[in-house]
């Protein structure tokens, strides 16, 4: 079986193309990219978009991913001497746009790079080398003359905490990269076929934004202040020109109806510590998962304390991050801001990354179990450099947290059924499935009962994955996974087993028999039959996901046994 993943040739190719007065955009096409993230199956490949705006003085917007070193320079330096480049600005600092930023500088020690603080900070570890900088803030202007005079816009986690916007006074261009984007790769710039991109865009928008939608939000309300956008050059896919009022909009509405959930949690981080960044974000996925806002917080510019003050007391729950070191003075009384507005029945987590001279992170969490905080996972601590089971382990916390503050509206839906529906409801049944699945070195397991074929050619089933399940991660579009099939009268120990509360992280196959499948993916070894299956395509079905998926091959082990049946009584419970 040949997996997307497993494809020999993969196509790299550049264009360039005169996007508007002395603009050319140069986009890397990555045809074949199958994979973005832990969590973001691709159909379409993807692009990497660069831009070089020729003022009296010359800027460069981002770079491209490393794997098109040798296609992009060769391109560059077809249309720029590097060394003639006074800017590069980098929009934010995700590998796959700033992959070459080291190289360019190494060709040309001149250039001062602009971004915002954080990015900068992160990019000294990248670079390992002096150089030249220029840090902006929302607001500020870089005149590079001829006109093109641009204006940043902080947009921070669209989708990476140092996100920067660039708009260019001259052409009314916005350098957005990740937002507004999508995973989409062809020969057109730009976007005048938008039947064909429109599914792509909102792809995106779910996995990358979505989370976010509040930051999209307050991006969009600065945007708004700009004198009128007639492009946004974006960093993934085709850039947006014919659609701009369209698929802005778009990003408004769906930003308001995910803004909407009435609870809300609150991140409050560091984000110049380390890796707390990507920590946060985790924690935040998992949250977004059951259906609660997200609104989050840079301790260290956390300025105005009334507004902290406010924004604690209306938060169902807290996370708090990398407790800044006690020379962080204004981080400091951010802390203490939020320590003295929480109060009962809130939850809270609490996360650390190596700092060394953080505040201790047990002593802060006792002080808000003191006040009648829920702790709603136990302390993440990171002593390296962040594993994916790390990350795994940050959005299952996160998604315990999220789970215990909507406990309420949880248990009311499940009442709220008439008693005769309910009951015809209750006589759809169903047999009793393990599904197993392993991304990376991520694996994961749950108990399903609402499993069913769904086609003969291809072979292919459906299951409904509820949206804040652990395991949902490691079914996306592409993912391989196995499901296993328990047996009549022999499946108690598994079952129990598998339902068991886990802790965040925790190895669900901790004592139970397994073997592994092709791709590692762990089959139970006291399954009655089990499939090896990829997930094709996935429908929101409301709280839960419809994953229906291939199967590629599978065993039974016991040809006389029959599959375990689940009947229940009633049609609010699984
Ligand atoms: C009989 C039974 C059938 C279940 N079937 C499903 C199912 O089809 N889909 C689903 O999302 N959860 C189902 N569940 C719930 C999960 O198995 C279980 O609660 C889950 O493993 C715990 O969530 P977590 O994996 O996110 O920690 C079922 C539970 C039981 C008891």
Request: include cysteine; aromatic fraction near 8%.
């Amino acid at each position: 079986m040949v997996s997307l993943t497993e494809k020999t040739e993969k196509r790299l190719t550049i264009r360039t193309e005169e996007i508007s007065q002395d603009t050319t955009a140069i986009r890397s096409l990555d045809w074949d990219r199958d994979r973005f993230d832990i969590e973001f199956g691709l159909q379409n490949g993807t692009t990497y978009n660069s831009f070089l705006i020729r003022g009296e003085q010359i800027a460069l917007v981002d770079t491209s991913h490393e794997k098109f070193r040798q296609l992009y320079f060769d391109t560059l330096t077809g249309l720029i001497n590097p060394q003639d480049i006074n800017y590069l600005i980098v929009s934010h600092t995700e590998p796959d746009h700033s992959g070459l930023v080291k190289d360019l500088l190494q060709m040309a020690p001149e250039i001062t790079v602009v971004a915002s603080k954080v990015a900068i900070q992160f990019l000294e570890d990248l670079v390992h080398q002096p150089f030249k900088r220029q840090i902006v803030k929302n607001g500020d202007r870089l005149d590079l003359g001829k006109g093109h005079e641009i204006e940043f816009v902080i947009a921070p986690n669209l989708h990476w905490p140092d996100t920067i916007f660039s708009f260019d006074h001259q052409t009314q261009t916005l350098f957005t990269c990740d937002a507004f984007g999508m995973h989409y790769c062809s020969e057109a710039t730009f976007d005048e076929d938008l039947k064909t991109i429109e599914a792509d865009f909102k792809y995106y928008y779910e996995c990358l934004m979505g989370p976010n939608s509040r930051s999209v939000l307050s991006a969009m309300k600065r945007m708004g202040e700009l004198p009128g956008i007639k492009m946004i050059a974006t960093g993934h896919g085709p850039l947006l020109y014919h659609n701009v009022e369209e698929l802005t909009a778009r990003y408004r509405k769906w930003s308001q109806n995910q803004a909407k959930p009435e609870t809300t949690v609150g991140v409050f981080y560091v984000s110049e510590y380390g890796y707390s960044d990507r920590l946060a974000q985790s924690i935040i996925n998992g949250i977004s998962k059951t259906d609660v806002a997200v609104e989050v917080i840079d301790l260290g510019s956390a300025t105005d304390l009334q507004e902290l003050r406010e924004l604690v007391g209306r938060c169902s729950g807290i996370v708090i991050g990398a407790p800044p070191s006690a020379g962080d003075t204004i981080a400091q009384a951010a802390l203490s801001t939020v320590l003295g507005s929480a109060k009962e029945k809130q939850a809270i987590g609490i996360f650390e990354t190596a700092g060394g001279n953080d505040e201790p992170t047990y002593p802060l969490l006792n002080k808000f179990r003191a006040l009648g905080l829920h702790i709603a996972f136990p302390v993440i601590q990171l002593s390296e450099t962040p594993s994916e089971n790390i990350y795994k382990q940050c959005e299952e916390a996160g998604t315990d947290l999220g789970q215990w503050v909507t406990r309420d509206r949880s248990i009311k839906a499940m009442k709220s059924l008439g008693a005769d529906l309910d009951k015809a409801l209750g006589r759809l049944s169903g047999g009793l499935y393990i599904i197993t699945a392993k991304k990376g070195d991520v694996s994961s397991a749950m108990l399903a009962s609402w499993v069913a074929q769904a086609s003969f050619k291809p072979l292919g089933f459906s299951i409904a994955v509820a949206k804040d399940r652990a395991i949902e991660s490691l079914m996306q579009v592409g993912d391989r996974f196995v499901l296993n099939v328990l047996e009549e009268g022999n499946y108690q120990t598994l079952m129990r087993h598998f339902l068991k509360r886990f802790a965040p992280g925790a190895d669900r196959f901790a004592g139970v028999r397994t073997q592994p499948a092709e791709d590692g993916t762990p089959i139970l070894a006291d399954a009655l039959a089990y499939m090896e299956c990829e997930v094709v395509s996935r429908m929101d079905c409301g709280d839960h996901w419809a994953v229906y998926s291939t199967v590629n091959g599978g065993r039974v082990s016991k040809p006389e046994s029959l599959t375990a049946v689940h009947h229940r009584k009633v049609g609010n419970h699984y």
